[in-house]
Structure formats: structure tokens, C-alpha cells
């Protein structure tokens, strides 16, 4: 029966102000298109409503105007099948999200959008109309634009100050992603299925605050012996607020 369940990153930061890159930066966000929707699923291997959302973040993956993450979390492994790419982080970051948005308890699937929206994600309408309003409030908004490269062994992460006389600063994540992944299910509830996962979050690590001021962050390449082929930097308000700037890059490959 189908039932909705409820329920260290090595990094090295060098923040250095008024770089000539950071200054590109600034002359970026007065001249950036509007940024995209940033969609994070919270999924499991061993939550038999979750491959239909799993699949639509697949689909989503393809827009240019979404970035569309999936974060497999670890309660289910209960069931009787660990989840192979469930994360301590991604948990504590669903939880923190229910925190803020007041919400009673967690449960899969959850789709989390710009920080703002609590959808569920395996039904289609609601999520696609969330994407969309999201898209036409943010070509109203103020976005700021992140700009990432990368240069030789490193990744930069270049964030521009805000503008005079406007409000605001910023929770940096980083997270570490694999383009596509694909597990045979042996046991639970997904037993005997082979379910695929497109960007999916392997490491997610708090990177530091923005203050408005423009800044630069250098970012290891490799880390750890984890397999990732992209990263994701989010700047949201206030930790897990809404989401007021996000980019990505893929390391090896593109986004087609």
C-alpha cells in the first residue's frame, strides 16, 4: 500500500574581500539575468512513494531556469534497506527546514523550493506550479548572483556586495553533488527495483556567512574519496530561510 510517511566536509575556505574577482562579481549582479529556482528533494531508497518525485527531479534537472537536487535521508534505513546515499547532513537539513517552517515533522517525499515552499513531491501539479510561481516572484526580486570557476586544483566561489541602501545577508552552502546515480533496491519497501537519482547531494558542508560586503572563497577540489562530478552554492537568509542566490557547476560534463 502506498503511503506517505511522516516522520567532515574537508573544506578550506581562504574569504578574501575586494579581490579583482569578487569586484567582477559586483559588475555581474547589475547586469545578471534572473537567477534559478533552486528545488531540494528529501528522498530514500526505502520509501516506496518517493521514485515518482525522484523521477521528476530528473526531469527538472534538464530546465536552465531550476536547480534540482536530491538529498537522501536516513530514517527510513529502519525499513530494512540502507540507503545507500543518505546522509547525516541531509537529515539535520530537513529537520531544520520543518524547524523553520513550523511544520510538525519530516516525512518523504519532501520537496523544499527557494527555501520558501513545503510541496510534496511526488504530486506533479502541485510541484510544477510551485516552480512556476517561484520563477515569476524571483524576476520580481533582488537576486544576488554567485559566480563559480573552475581554476586548476580548486574551485572559486566569487559572492558581490549588495546594493546601497538595501538589507540583507547570508548562510553559504556548499554541496558537493553526483550527476546521476543508480541503486538495485534488495530489500524494503523499493525491494527488487532499480531506482536512478540525479544530483544528488554526497557532502553538504555550512561554508560560512555573507554580510553584504563582496568576498571570495577558495574551494579544494577533492576532498575525499567520495565520487562527485558537480557543486551547488546556495546563499540563503538567515541559515534556512529563503534563498537568495544559487549556482552550479559541473566539474566534469555540462548541464545539457
Known amino acids: 500500500m502506498s503511503v506517505l510517511r511522516t516522520s567532515t566536509l574537508g573544506l578550506l575556505l581562504a ?5 579583482a ?25 526505502g520509501c516506496s512513494d518517493c521514485p515518482a518525485a525522484d523521477r521528476m527531479v530528473t526531469e527538472l534537472a534538464n530546465r536552465n531556469d531550476v536547480i534540482a537536487l536530491s538529498l537522501p535521508i536516513t530514517y527510513w ?26 511544520r510538525s515533522g519530516i516525512y518523504t517525499p519532501q520537496m523544499i ?23 515569476v516572484a524571483i524576476a520580481r526580486e ?5 559566480l563559480l570557476r573552475k581554476v586548476s586544483n580548486r574551485i572559486e566561489i566569487a559572492i558581490p556586495g549588495k546594493a546601497k541602501g538595501s538589507k ?7 554541496m558537493r553533488t553526483l550527476s546521476q546515480g543508480s541503486v538495485n533496491v534488495g530489500d524494503g519497501e523499493n525491494r527488487n527495483r532499480q531506482l536512478t ?20 572563497i577558495d574551494l579544494p577540489l577533492i576532498v575525499s574519496k567520495l565520487k562527485y562530478d558537480g557543486v551547488v552554492v546556495i546563499l540563503q537568509a538567515e541559515d534556512f530561510g529563503p534563498v537568495l542566490g544559487a549556482a552550479e557547476l559541473r566539474i566534469s560534463g555540462s548541464k545539457s
Do not use: C
Open 15 to 19: 574569504v578574501l574581500s575586494q579581490t
Open 21 to 45: 574577482w569578487a569586484k567582477h562579481a559586483d559588475i555581474a549582479h547589475k547586469t545578471a539575468p534572473s537567477r534559478p529556482v533552486l528545488l531540494e528533494l528529501f528522498t530514500s531508497q
Open 77 to 102: 534505513d529502519i525499513l530494512g534497506w540502507k540507503d545507500t546515499f543518505a546522509t547525516d547532513a541531509n537529515t539535520r537539513r530537513q529537520k531544520s527546514y520543518a524547524q523553520v517552517m513550523n
Open 113 to 135: 523550493i527557494d527555501g520558501r515552499l513545503d510541496v510534496v513531491g511526488n504530486q506533479r501539479d502541485r510541484v510544477m506550479q510551485a516552480v512556476e510561481t517561484r520563477s
Open 142 to 146: 533582488t537576486s544576488i548572483p554567485i
Open 168 to 174: 540583507g545577508a547570508g548562510t553559504i552552502w556548499v
Open 197 to 216: 537519482y540525479t544530483n544528488v547531494v554526497r557532502e553538504l558542508q555550512r561554508a560560512g556567512e555573507w554580510s553584504g560586503q563582496s568576498m571570495k
